[in-house]
């Protein structure tokens, strides 16, 4: 199946703050990606859509000045969290379209955890 | 608008009994629907997935999972449990989004525990 990475799967950072996670398609060209947020015990919860050379659309209730989303290639797409605080803890997963995006078929990576001290 | 329940929160089930995990949709037309495993701290990892044709589809690690309906369910099923199925699960529809292509909707999620 097709690989999508995640970097970096752990970071901790101080409040106040940016963080930028990447999220790449490794063998495929990904015009649609992704991003959720996972609380502990929690599901999945979209953030926002990025589309390739587009603004990222977001999901109701998710701040899109503080969550920065740039795709800006067929295999990159980045999260950035702005001034972060403890709030923002939380694991962040991308997940990309495959070959066969009508299908509604998702590759997910392999998350990121935050923790803002 | 769509939705997905998964009635079981936490399940322990003894190793190498079956297994039943149940999923409920809301959807308004043919859906695309999916099991996901999640391992502690791991992203997410695809079972099996269901498109059209047959209702009982086949998936990875043993584990299959059966197209209701008539009843908006997509059960998924293993007849013998391992220690290492032990995991989340998530169930998923796939919903047609209005710029054209689809996202995921998930259920909350299932959490399986495995006794020797």
């Known amino acids: 199946g097709a690989v999508v990475s995640q970097h970096p799967s752990r970071v901790i950072c101080k409040s106040g703050t940016s963080v930028k996670i990447e999220c790449r398609s490794l063998?495929?060209?990904?015009?649609?990606m992704f991003w959720y947020r996972q609380f502990p015990k929690k599901s999945l919860m979209l953030m926002a859509t990025s589309n390739e050379g587009s603004k990222a659309t977001y999901e109701q209730g998710v701040e899109k000045d503080k969550f920065l989303i740039n795709h800006a290639s067929l295999t990159l797409s980045t999260l950035t969290v702005t001034s972060a605080h403890p709030e923002d803890s939380s694991f962040y997963i991308c997940?990309?379209?495959?070959?066969?995006?009508?299908?509604?078929?998702?590759?997910f990576g392999e998350g990121s955890r935050l923790t803002v001290l | 608008a769509q939705s997905v329940t998964q009635p079981d929160i936490h399940i322990t089930v003894s190793e190498g009994a079956s297994l039943e995990l149940r999923c409920n949709y809301s959807?308004?037309?043919?859906?695309?629907l999916f099991w996901y495993v999640q391992s502690p701290g791991q992203g997410l990892q695809l079972l099996l997935k269901y498109f059209s044709g047959d209702t009982l589809v086949q998936g990875i690690k043993g584990f299959e999972a059966e197209f209701k309906r008539s009843q908006s369910s997509f059960n998924l099923r293993k007849p013998s449990v391992h220690w290492s199925d032990a995991a989340e699960y998530f169930c998923?529809?796939?919903?047609?989004?209005?710029?054209?292509?689809?996202?995921?909707?998930f259920g909350a999620g299932t959490r399986l525990a495995v006794h020797p």
């Open positions: 998923a529809v796939g919903a047609r989004f209005s710029g054209g292509y689809n996202k995921l909707i």
């Open positions: 997940s990309a379209s495959g070959t066969d995006a009508n299908t509604g078929e998702l590759f």
């Open positions: 959807y308004g037309a043919t859906p695309y």
């Open positions: 063998d495929f060209q990904a015009t649609t």
